[in-house]
């Protein structure tokens, strides 16, 4: 494809020579305009050595958030956590970014949440010691099992915000320990 265009480059700028020596001539080549775009638009494609490419824009790696909940009064039922990422929904069980669940054990347990981003997260737990799948309260809402926040906030007079509870999260892992409380 170049070579019939080159050649005829060549020929016309031999005529141009031969018309007029001495003089000041014109090379009339629009047929040269598609060469230089396709050369401009590859040059200006290709990576030069020494040139700096675009910044890697990928997300931050996600990290590893592993809970230690201490205090477990009992093996009966099961622990539930929820991790939430907005103050807004904070405590909101439809709303939470992940829950998890483990089988309760006296003493402690260990549950791992992967894959969240970077971040500030505030944590809820409960212990379900009837395996009823529900956060057991009695009179006044005053809770019948086992709860829990991360940071350990004061419960009264009034239930914790997003704040009081929120850890930063970083990759690759960030360890919380979160105490197990039976009563206010």
């Known amino acids: 494809m170049l070579e019939p265009l080159l050649l005829e480059t060549e020929n016309s700028m031999r005529r141009e020579d031969q018309r007029g020596a001495g003089r000041r001539t014109t090379l009339h080549t629009p047929h040269l305009v598609p060469l230089v775009v396709l050369t401009t638009g590859l040059l200006m494609t290709s990576a030069s050595p020494g040139r700096a490419e675009p910044a890697d824009t990928a997300a931050p790696p996600d990290a590893t958030l592993t809970l230690t909940i201490t205090h477990v009064a009992n093996a009966d039922g099961t622990i539930y956590v929820a991790v939430y990422d907005d103050p807004a929904t904070f405590l909101d069980t ?45 009179l006044f809402g005053i809770p019948l099992e086992g709860f829990g926040f991360t940071r350990d906030p004061s419960v009264i007079p009034e239930r914790p915000s997003f704040d009081d509870a929120a850890i930063t999260v970083t990759a690759p892992e960030t360890l919380a320990t979160l105490r197990m409380r039976y009563s206010l």
């Open 94 to 138: 439809e709303q939470k970014r992940v829950g998890a669940k483990t089988p309760a054990q006296a003493g402690a347990v260990e549950i791992t949440i992967p894959d969240l981003p970077p971040g500030r997260y505030a944590v809820a737990m409960y212990h379900d010691e009837d395996d009823n799948g529900a956060f057991d309260t009695g």
